[in-house]
């Protein structure tokens, strides 16, 4: 029997954001769907394109994962966890209340009845608690199918609170990506921190040894280029288990694959290719008088060209010299995978490097 | 399906829940009961609207219950300082599929549970708290609505800002035409429910097209004559177009007619027959509740039982039926079973009687059932004799007749006095019945009746020695010379044998005579019983 929850792992530039918009586009018109995201930005997207692909589609909702939390649990069954309290805003700013207990309200709740977001994904799970998982029911009659787009991103008790969804029956189909796993929900959380980031990638394996989801990987990227994507596919080892990834991308230009460039060679490169510029962060290349995007911002992103400046523990990975953390692994991955055709790393001093430096003029 | 309504703070209404059945429920009760009441709060937290009108701009400090503006102002004169006094009518839902968004835990159950509802609060408004304090301060006994806010939300604590589209609700009121159309709030979110996306679709398209055309082909001409004016600003010429704003919408232009005569213009009654048949024609995607205002009003007898069975094939078809009524008529087609007995701002719990007595007050309906629920307390006599006879002893007795006292004596043929005694049973009214022996021995009667009798129903009935009924028990005790010219017979004729002849004659001569006569033992103790 298939689950009801799959996971669908997906590489970067595998379209797949466009493979929920495509199956809501072929659903029945009054199919009842709600996609679910993290970021703002995808929530756009998403918005951006079901307007575009399903625009006749009615039955459509997407969510932030917190509004999610607050309108499908905490709101309507808040009174379970404590009686006559409502809830009446967000509070993003207030620090852990490690020292409130986890039956108080003053955990979760301001005195003005706004909730912590820090801790909203635990009060949700306090509220699925207390009112005996009611909220399942309720949202099974509501929704024909629920979709989590960059399920990566979920941490702390949102795995929990995922976890009740995926035992529920409820038809979940997630999309994500281990190897962009480089934001979270709530990084604060101590709850199910071995699974943050990357770490979830574990958690999905052992629901599926458990029979709770299945697993489908989607290889095969429409974005990068062969070189890249099998450059991107290195930085993560076979222990990984992730398959290859297949590039369905055959188009050529003046300038394709993997390039390093010296230092003051930069300028005339980015002249000539108009490549995304992309560092770690606002602290890398200070000096630099280039226009930057930091790697986590980048992600989502497609573009011809792109143009990284290293961090230090990248230069000595590109050296040869070391290896990255999973972390510093995934922040590459996604600042690598934005390329359809070319990838520069400004770095002096490479000469024994595989990849072949660019030359001015050539 | 609504399963019940609390209502706090609302009109006559202090704190009731008032649990509903599926199908038809009936509410009756005496003017100024509270009925009508229920309703308007029911269509209140249901539709946002009040009597066709928005609730924020209806609210008046009316809306609140005496009493507890009454406890309020006295509890602040003391110098407590109370808070003031709000609203809150809560509709819980039964489970059900189309509901699920209005699910949640918000609601006043106890223990804490959830299920499909919504709730309407009016409530003082925090952001003003310096001047509703201004304003208790002063010399009044009003409710300062100004700084109150309505807040209507789901039992999921989602706010409501209109009425929600799984739920559809007919109200059908046949006492009042409020606007000269007829069209109504109601009426017309009737209309809407009753036509099919696409027929609505069609319509706003083919009006939008009938107006385009009325610009381009009609108005043009104007439109030359027009841009011929000069002197206007900026040289901007001007032009008139057809208003295609929201506001001119289809919905606006259409006024339903009946036959050739428009609706407003229509009988009441055949006004309440439309909204009832559009009312039926519903669609199935939402919880479908109607709530009927005395459907007897304007009508005939004819036209009365056509529309009740007009009502009894809506209620077969999921729709919720609240009905009120000052018609026995209506109540015992429709069925006893579905009565709810409404007094001074208290509704009675649902009454269980057998199906044996709902059927047989639907095939004689003419009975007066109402008088029994309604009267606070019952003389059940089985002829006008009786009845007459009833009242002249009671006068006797108190010097005001007995319905002074809240004590209605109603005749009801012999057959029938079991389900009467049923009805009062179930309804716990105070009851005594009198009945003639007939045939039958004391003992036999005492019987027959046994299952009947409770504390408050008790049965009266005379001496075998004295008769087998009334004429010759009221002639057993009395001189016969007396009777005789009580009833103002020659010295031939003998007394017992003309009121036997004569019953009703008597018994209206004997009332009507100044000249004092001895009661019948068992008429003094019903009298007695009925008066303690």
Request: with cysteine.
């Amino acid at each position: 029997m298939a689950s009801a929850a799959e996971l669908t792992l997906a590489v970067a530039g595998s379209r797949k954001t466009q493979g929920i918009v495509d199956q809501c586009a072929n659903a029945p018109l009054d199919a009842r769907i709600l996609i679910l995201t993290y970021t703002t930005n995808n929530q756009n997207e998403l918005k951006a394109r079901i307007g575009t692909y399903a625009g006749d589609h009615y039955g459509i909702e997407i969510q932030g994962w917190f509004a999610f939390l607050i309108k499908h649990i905490v709101r309507p069954f808040l009174p379970f966890a404590f009686h006559d309290r409502k809830l009446r805003g967000f509070d993003f700013y207030t620090l852990p209340e490690q020292f409130q207990r986890v039956t108080s309200p003053t955990r979760y709740l301001s005195n003005d009845d706004k909730v912590f977001r820090i801790h909203l994904p635990q009060l949700a799970y306090y509220v699925h608690e207390k009112c005996d998982g009611c909220w399942l029911d309720r949202l099974s009659r509501i929704y024909d199918v629920i979709y989590i787009d960059e399920v990566q991103d979920l941490c702390g008790y949102d795995l929990e609170v995922l976890k009740i969804l995926i035992a529920s029956g409820i038809k979940i189909r997630m999309v994500g990506d281990i190897r962009q796993a480089v934001i979270a929900t709530n990084p604060q959380e101590a709850k199910n921190r071995k699974y943050m980031f990357t770490g979830i990638w574990t958690w999905f394996r052992e629901l599926e040894e458990s029979g709770q989801i299945s697993i489908t990987q989607n290889c095969e990227t429409w974005r990068c280029r062969p070189e890249i994507a099998s450059f991107a596919d290195a930085l993560f080892g076979p222990d990984w288990g992730f398959e290859a990834t297949v590039s369905k991308n055959t188009r050529t230009s003046e300038h394709d694959g993997l390039y390093l460039i010296k230092r003051n060679d930069a300028s005339e490169y980015i002249d000539q290719f108009c490549p995304l510029v992309l560092r770690h962060s606002a602290n890398s290349g200070r000096k630099l008088p280039y226009t930057f995007t930091n790697y986590k911002e980048s992600k989502g992103l497609s573009v011809r060209r792109t143009c990284i400046l290293p961090t230090k523990p990248i230069e000595e990975f590109l050296k040869g010299n070391g290896t990255l953390t999973v972390q510093q692994s995934a922040e590459l991955y996604v600042a690598v995978t934005r390329a359809e055709q070319s990838v520069a790393f400004i770095l002096d001093d490479c000469d024994t490097c595989a990849i072949p430096y660019w030359n001015p003029g050539s | 399906m609504i399963e019940k309504v609390r209502i706090r703070g609302y009109r006559k209404f202090r704190d009731v829940t008032v649990e509903l059945r599926e199908g038809i429920n009936i509410f009756v009760g005496d003017n100024e009961s509270g009925k009508s009441t229920l309703l308007e709060a029911l269509a209140l937290v249901l539709t946002g609207y009040v009597n066709s009108r928005v609730a924020s701009e209806e609210l008046n400090p009316f809306w609140f219950n005496t009493e507890i503006v009454d406890e309020f102002f006295a509890a602040r004169a003391e110098g407590k300082k109370v808070q003031l006094p709000t609203i809150s009518i809560e509709v819980f839902f039964k489970d059900d599929d189309r509901l699920q968004r209005l699910r949640g835990a918000h609601n006043s159950d106890l223990p804490t549970r959830e299920c499909s509802g919504i709730k309407i609060e009016i409530l003082p408004n925090n952001d003003y708290g310096a001047e509703l304090e201004a304003f208790v301060e002063k010399d009044t006994e009003l409710i300062p609505v100004e700084f109150y806010k309505i807040e209507w939300r789901s039992f999921a604590d989602d706010v409501i800002v209109r009425r929600p589209k799984e739920i559809s609700v007919a109200v059908i009121d046949s006492r009042t035409i409020r606007t000269s159309s007829g069209v109504d709030y109601y009426l017309r979110s009737m209309l809407n429910d009753t036509l099919t996306v696409e027929q609505r679709t069609q319509l706003s398209v083919a009006y939008r097209s009938v107006k385009e055309a009325m610009t381009t082909d009609h108005l043009s001409q104007v439109n030359t004559d027009l841009a011929a004016l000069k002197g206007l600003y900026d040289n901007a010429k001007l032009s008139l177009a057809m208003d295609q704003t929201s506001r001119t919408s289809w919905e606006g232009a259409v006024t339903p007619h009946l036959g050739m005569v428009p609706f407003g213009l229509s009988g009441q009654g055949h006004q309440a027959a439309v909204k009832i048949m559009l009312a039926m024609a519903r669609h199935a995607e939402s919880a479908r509740i109607a709530m009927i205002e005395e459907p007897e009003n304007h009508l005939s007898h004819t036209s009365l039982n056509k529309l009740l069975k007009a009502i009894e094939e809506i209620s077969g078809e999921d729709q919720q039926l609240l009905i009120t009524t000052h018609s026995s008529f209506v109540l015992n087609r429709l069925g006893l079973d579905a009565l709810r007995l409404v007094s001074d701002g208290v509704v009675a719990p649902m009454t269980s009687i057998s199906n044996d007595t709902i059927s047989y007050f639907k095939k004689l309906p003419g009975y007066d059932t109402l008088r029994v629920v309604l009267a606070s307390k019952v003389v059940l006599v089985e002829g006008a004799s009786d009845e007459i006879l009833f009242s002249r002893f009671y006068r006797d007795q108190y010097g005001v007749d007995p319905i002074e006292c809240g004590i209605d004596v109603i005749c009801i043929r012999g057959l029938s006095f079991k389900r009467f005694l049923e009805l009062a049973k179930v309804i716990n009214r105070k009851c005594a019945f009198l009945r003639d022996l007939d045939k039958y021995t004391e003992t036999e009667l005492d019987a027959h009746y046994a299952n009947y009798t409770t504390t408050s129903i008790k049965l009266f009935r005379g001496q075998v020695q004295h008769g087998s009924t009334l004429e010759p028990q009221v002639s057993a005790i009395n001189d016969e010379g007396k009777l005789r010219s009580i009833l103002g017979l020659s010295t031939t004729e003998s007394p017992i044998e003309w009121m036997l002849k004569n019953k009703t004659e008597a018994a209206l001569r004997i009332a009507e005579h100044t000249e004092s006569i001895v009661a019948p033992e068992y008429f003094l103790e019903a009298i007695e019983f009925i008066n303690g």
